[in-house]
């Protein structure tokens, strides 16, 4: 079947606009989960979702990041007053039930903020 | 707070032959798993091998192994015969359900 789908791949946006990171997850995964790797490092958390509740987001840099899950799919990331440190790959991750169960991992949608 | 040190930045291994990344993590978690990813220049996560921490006995994948020392909280992954396309970043991620991701290892398998 069909993996974990990111859109867009790449985005460049200027400093102040905001952006939106759309994540499709394997059909039938409850989790759902958002990561950030900055160049050279290895991914660090952002935020998870069981279903449509977003259980955990303790690894929002700011209340400029906002996730969202609301029919328990198709999650969107979003970035509001985009900053130069915001420039990362995003990445997006489901698994099949709730717990540490193996996540799948999306290629990842690379924002550039100019 | 968790952390994950991978301690060789890069590693090189011939073809065919074999070759031991190491992890050390620390977590005050009772209850967790432990996972090897692999990440290719295209940059797609690819779940390599998963061990259970309640599981004494260590996993094992076709050609890839873990030796996994809880008390130590050491998850080395071991690869034998190794393959032109095994080379990638590998990363180590202990969690109970969010991952918490080493710096990672480059391999580089000669011809």
């Known amino acids: 079947g069909a993996g974990v789908s990111q859109s867009p791949r790449y985005k460049v946006a200027k400093r102040g606009q905001d952006v939106a990171l759309r994540c499709d997850p394997i059909?039938?995964?409850?989790?759902l989960f958002w990561y950030q790797q900055a160049l050279g490092q290895g991914p660090e958390f952002l935020t998870y979702?069981?279903?449509?509740?977003?259980?955990?987001k303790s690894g929002l840099p700011s209340d400029r990041f906002f996730a969202e899950r609301p029919e328990g799919s198709v999650s969107t990331l979003k970035i509001q007053r985009t900053q130069q440190e915001d420039s990362a790959v995003y990445l997006c991750?489901?698994?099949?039930?709730?717990?540490?169960?193996?996540?799948?991992f999306g290629p990842g949608t690379r924002l550039t903020v100019t | 707070a968790q952390t994950v040190t991978q301690s060789q930045p890069e590693m090189s291994v011939q073809e065919a032959e074999t070759v031991t990344l190491s992890c050390t993590y620390d977590?005050?978690?009772?209850?967790?798993?432990l996972f090897w990813y692999k990440q290719p220049p295209s940059r797609q996560m690819i779940l390599v091998i998963r061990?259970?921490?309640?599981?004494?006995q260590n996993a094992t994948e076709n050609r890839f192994s873990v030796n996994f020392q809880k008390a130590a909280k050491s998850f080395s992954l071991k690869i034998s015969d190794s393959q032109l396309g095994d080379a990638a970043m590998y990363f180590c991620?202990?969690?109970?359900?969010?991952?918490?991701f080493g710096s990672g290892t480059r391999l580089l398998v000669r011809p």
């Open positions: 061990q259970e921490a309640y599981k004494q």
């Open positions: 977590t005050s978690e009772s209850d967790y798993y």
């Open positions: 991620a202990p969690g109970s359900y969010k991952l918490i």
């Open positions: 059909s039938g995964h409850v989790s």
């Open positions: 991750a489901s698994s099949l039930s709730a717990g540490a169960y193996e996540q799948y």
């Open positions: 979702f069981q279903n449509e509740a977003q259980l955990d």
